[in-house]
């Protein structure tokens, strides 16, 4: 074999004397940038030669090149038992086994989709309020200055900010602190008047001034069209902001128009999306109930109906089977008419509304979470604590529903998807939903590059035979075959040249079209 082996390293892996493990004493010539497979039976070598020799050797010199504060974190690497290996690169190895024990690692954030959605939903996402449906959007200084230059030339502009009481003061003591700050005119009972004659005017009642009651006017404007005039227009809206707490009002031409810059909608104030608004790692976007975890210890509705196939009437319900506890049971049954709830269909032909009452209850019988809150409060009771103990489990939090972030992060919307429903997709749909997005011009060149990153890693799972994963799914549930095949996507996102890939079987477990669809992937 060695008398046939090329001797170039720049376009060969030369390797002599392999000893490690079965391997006995070989020299091996693999050429670069091939596709290379090594086969043979099992016990023959295969492992050793490509993880416990190349892979270690080219991970050990790696290693070796960088400063010694480096390595000492990256641990010792021995020398594999070989004479000498010529022309190896960095190697990457990706083994068929799950790397990752971490139960808020998913799909998302270890192929790095994820972090490139939050970065999308926080540049170009749009806070929806719940109640109304309508956007939730917020003035500048920058947005009422153009309103104001938009206006006709000669417009005479008043600029009015809400007074809001302190200490509970009265009028004129408000009134006197105002005008120490420098203001000369307030709107009172919707007419303008200067602050010193309504001190002086005896008629001027002094009591608490209630919010709504008392408009300060910040100033005057003319517009002309000026550089100065627009400067001037600026400083006086932001005083505006800050004397009104966020809120100001235009008068223009017997028109008012008011301005905040709050973001809030419908009486709810909301927060503005950030990264770590949509992040289940960072306490500020983690769902409180559950921190992030999507699962709680709690009742499992599995264990409450295990066999679903089953009526209520049948007994369906497991805890309410008993004679004691079949009086819960006895009283839906004998109150299903009034409600129309239908006994006698299987509880998986039920609608959700239908399983939902079995939970919460009514007016006429109380539901499944009315019975354990009772078999809470009487734990002291050996009994109850064995029956509580029963049904028991993981399940999916409450309050996010298995989301994992806080509630309100699902009002973030991009084309109608918060980013709770796009990590539920499975991989292809998500895909496609990215490929038929419908933005703005200003939206596009924002997420240009953030987009083609999602739809890259994407194409990568999609090609990698794995269109049918959603990115919620944890790593740990990942089979060793998704896991590798996962890290292998993950790793050729990341566009590196010059590498060696150290695959384990990458096609174990695949249908023969997407074994092609892999190894056309791998040659790319």
Known sequence: MAGNTPENPKTHILIKGARVHNLKNIDVS????????????????????????????????????????????????????????????????????????????????????????????????????????????????????????????????TLFSPLHPHNERTLKEELSI??????????????????????????TPNKAVQLGDLYIVIDRIRIDGEEETMSRMADSVQTAFFEGKGKCSVEANEEEYSFSDLFELDGISFEEPSPNFFSFNNPY?????????????????????????????????????????????????????????????????????????????????????????????????????????????????????????????????????????????????????????SLTETEAKIAKRLLLEIHNRLLFLCEVGLPYLTLNRLSNSLSGGESQRINLSTSLGSSLVGSIYVLDEPSIGLHPRDTNRLSSVLKS
Not at 80 to 99: H, L, M, N, S, T
Not at 324 to 349: C, Q, T, V
Not at 411 to 431: F, R
């Open 30 to 157: 693999i050429p670069k940038n091939k596709l290379v497979v090594i086969t043979g039976m099992s016990g023959s070598g295969k492992s050793s030669l490509a993880f416990d020799t190349l892979y270690a050797e080219g991970r050990r010199r790696y290693i070796e090149s960088l400063s010694s504060y480096a390595r000492q974190f990256m641990g010792r690497m021995n020398k594999p038992e070989v004479d000498y290996i010529k022309g190896i690169a960095p190697a990457i190895a990706i083994e068929q086994k799950v790397i990752t024990s971490n139960p808020r690692s998913t799909v998302g954030t270890s192929t790095e989709i994820y972090d490139y959605l939050k970065l999308l939903f926080s540049r170009i996402g749009r806070t929806i309020s719940p109640i109304t449906g309508k956007e939730v959007t917020k003035d500048t200084v920058t947005s009422v200055v153009n309103f104001l230059i938009s206006l006709p030339e000669e417009s005479i502009v």
């Open 178 to 203: 105002l005008l120490q700050k420098g203001f000369v005119r307030v709107k009172w009972k919707g007419e303008l008047a200067k602050i010193e004659s309504l001190l002086e005017d005896k008629k």
């Open 285 to 437: 976007g983690a769902c409180p109930r559950c921190e992030g975890y999507g699962k709680v210890i709690g009742i499992d509705p599995d264990l409450v109906i295990p066999d679903k196939s089953k009526s209520v009437y049948d007994g369906a319900i497991a805890p309410w089977r008993g004679l004691k506890m079949g009086e819960w049971l006895k009283k839906l049954i004998d109150n299903a008419l009034k409600f129309d709830f239908p006994i006698h269909r299987s509880y998986s032909d039920l609608t959700e509304e239908q399983k939902e009452i079995l939970w919460t209850g009514n007016k006429h019988f109380r539901g499944l979470n009315s019975f354990f809150k009772d078999l809470e409060e009487n734990t002291y009771k050996i009994q109850y604590r064995v029956m509580l103990s029963r049904y028991r489990g993981k399940t999916d939090c409450p309050e996010c529903k298995g989301s994992r972030l806080r509630k309100d992060a699902s009002y973030v919307k991009i084309n109608e998807k918060s980013i709770v429903d796009i990590v539920l997709l499975p991989v292809d749909k998500a895909m496609s939903f990215f490929q038929n997005l």
